[in-house]
Structure formats: C-alpha cells, structure tokens
C-alpha cells in the first residue's frame, strides 16, 4: 500500500515550509532564520543572503499574526490621504511607500473624500482596525476646523499640514522654493512677478503665495493682484488668457507646473512669446516639465527625501515615544532653471 507523504495535509497538499526547513536548507540554526526573517541587523551578509535564497526556494512566507504576537509590532503602516489624482499627493505617496518597503513595513491607505476632521478621525479608526504600527497623515487640504487632531493609540506625523505642530511634520521648505522661483524673476530684472496660485485650501497654496507676497514687499515692488486656481492645466489656461491681455505681465511664477502647462498654451495662442515677452516658472519639477515647449523653469521637490524622512520619524516615534520632538523637518527644495525665463522685454 502506497504510503502518504508524513508532510501532506489531509486533502493531501503539502504543510508550508517552517523555518526549521528553511534552517536545514540554508545549514544555520532556527534561531538566525528568525534573526533573519525579523530584519535583525546581528547577521553576517553572507549568511543573510544563504537564508534569503533558501526562503525562496521553499517559498517560505513569515507568520505575520505569530510574529506581531511575539515583537508587538505589524509592520505596517497606515496612511491618510485626499485626493491621490493630484501630483503632489501622488508623488508623496508613492515616496513613503518606497520608504516603508525599503524598511520593511507593508502600507494601508485610506483616502478622504471630506474635507473634515471628522472624516480623517473615521479614516484613522479604518486603519488602526487593521493593526498598524503608526500613521501618516498628508494633510494637503484644510479641514473644517482649525488646528488638526486626532485620537489614534498609534504614533502620527503629518505631511504637508498641521501648521500649529500638535504632531511631528515633514515637508518641502514651501516658502523657501516660492521665495527662490520670485527672486529668480526679480534678479532677471523684472519690474514685478503676477503669481498664479494653487486652491486656497491648500496650505501648500498658501504657504507659496505668502512666500511670493513676502518676497515682492522685501523687494519694494508692486504686488500684483493674486489669482488662484486649483492645480491643473485647465485653471492655469482659463487664468492666463486673463493674464496674456495685459501687457504688463511679463513674469508668472505659477503654483505649480500643471497651471505653468495651461498658462503656457494661454500665452502661445495670444502671441505672447516666453520668454521673450513673459517668463514663467513653475513648482514641482514633473518628469514632463523639461519636455514642454519651452523646457520649464521651476522649483524641484524632493519627494523621495520626504518620504524616507517622513517614515524615519514615524519608526523613531515607534521605539522612543516623543523621540521626534516638536521641530518640523523641511526638505530643501532646488530651482531648475530652463529655458522658460529671461530678463524683460526692453519697455
């Protein structure tokens, strides 16, 4: 009579390998499989990478319930975010979760349709339900009340928000890249800079647009009337054909570079040359901005430097509580210039 093998199950499907199989193979101990499996750095390279190869050669997979039981960690993270079409949430988005995969973490994120505090407390409650180990909230837009709070049991740090500093932030230095793209206008010999801004909920709108206020009055020069759009390439067209028809306008500094796009065709259809007659600067630096027509000069987010800040203060937060301190860390933008700017036309 043909013998079943001792490892099948009853419906005759092989147990998953365990980390004694995984020990065996890789001819260590249980114990460095587990020094392994946990992430733990007192393991030779060498001896690391034997482990790795014989996990995959058994297609072994760690007990993340076991283990969370054992270390009182998930290793996950937990995200709060708005809109995940725009170009700055996105982006910061996928940073952190490069940040957390590189560190080991898996990421859960829960989108807010409301721009409530009561909508981030349900999306907090979702994602401590799932057993992570902190949180972090890209608070792009302003909520319904001032100062933001939230009740989690779980470490927090803010992105992009939270301007009374109730929770450890990480951002870009907003107001140092407006101030760099209008002084760079100003230095062109430009007699003034029309700023076109983001939504006024945005506090990254708003920090931009006091950084270019403050600026121009710094400079003692005129402060053009502000105008605001809402992140895309449609407000920034139906804004700049109001801006081409005053021939007065020769330097924008816009928000960001889908209202740079928009303004740019604005400017093109009315026969205002750039940067002949107007120069235009941007923020963010998209992959595409170097390829529009002119290449776009403007301000360059770190994002991956954000995410992998963002994440190092959540994980310090988990081990030592308060370790992060009240002190926001700002991420330095850059000015890019490119072919978009250029001193005035003579008057």
Same mark, same amino acid.
């Given at each position: ?16 390998? @365990? ?11 249980? =114990?460095?499989? @587990? ?26 997979? &760690? ?6 039981? !054992? *270390?009182? +960690?998930?290793?996950? *993270? ?7 079409? $725009? =170009?700055?949430?996105?982006?910061? *988005?996928? $940073? ?29 409650? +979702? ?13 792009? =837009? ?8 939230? !009740? @989690? ?20 230095? =907003? ?30 709108? &708003?920090?931009? $647009? #006091? $950084? ?37 306008? !020769? #330097?924008?500094?816009? #928000? ?6 928009? *303004? ?7 026969? +205002? ?23 776009? !000069?403007?301000? +360059? ?38 072919? @978009? ?7």
């Amino acid at each position: 009579m043909e013998q079943r093998p001792a490892a099948a199950g009853a419906r005759g499907r092989s147990r998953p390998p @365990s980390q004694t199989d995984v020990a065996a193979l890789a001819g260590v101990s249980s =114990q460095t499989v @587990s020094r392994v499996a946990n992430n733990r750095s007192n393991v030779e390279p060498a001896t690391r990478d034997r482990v790795l190869s014989a996990m995959r050669v058994l297609g072994y997979q &760690r007990n993340s319930a076991a283990r969370a039981l !054992t *270390l009182g +960690r998930f290793h996950a *993270l937990g995200v709060v975010t708005f809109d995940v079409t $725009a =170009q700055g949430n996105a982006r910061t *988005l996928g $940073a952190i979760s490069r940040a957390a995969q590189r560190a080991g973490h898996s990421l859960n994120v829960v989108c807010v349709e409301d721009h409530t505090e009561f909508a981030v407390q349900q999306a907090v409650r +979702r994602l401590t339900d799932q057993a992570v180990d902190g949180l972090v909230v890209i608070e792009a =837009q302003i909520l319904d009340r001032p100062g933001f709070s939230v !009740t @989690s049991g779980v470490p927090v740090v803010v992105v992009d928000g939270d301007p009374e500093r109730r929770f450890p932030s990480v951002d870009t230095d =907003q107001a140092a890249g407006a101030a760099m793209a209008t002084r760079h206008l100003l230095d062109l010999g430009h007699r003034t800079v029309w700023h076109l801004g983001g939504p006024q909920d945005s506090y990254a709108a &708003r920090r931009r $647009a #006091a $950084a270019w206020h403050a600026e121009l009055k710094a400079a003692g020069v005129r402060v053009p009337p502000l105008e605001y759009g809402d992140w895309t390439a449609g407000a920034g067209y139906r804004i700049g054909r109001e801006l081409a028809g005053r021939p007065e306008v !020769t #330097a924008v500094f816009a #928000a960001n570079d889908h209202l740079a796009l928009g *303004l740019l065709r604005a400017l093109h259809e009315a026969g +205002r040359r750039v940067p002949q007659d107007v120069s235009v600067v941007g923020f963010d630096d998209l992959p595409e901005a170097a390829y529009y027509l002119p290449p776009l !000069t403007t301000v +360059r987010q770190d994002f991956e430097e954000v995410g992998r800040q963002c994440v190092a203060r959540l994980l310090d937060l988990m081990d030592v509580p308060g370790a992060a301190g009240d002190v926001p860390v700002a991420v330095t933008p850059e000015l890019v210039v490119r072919a @978009s700017t250029a001193p005035p036309p003579a008057m």
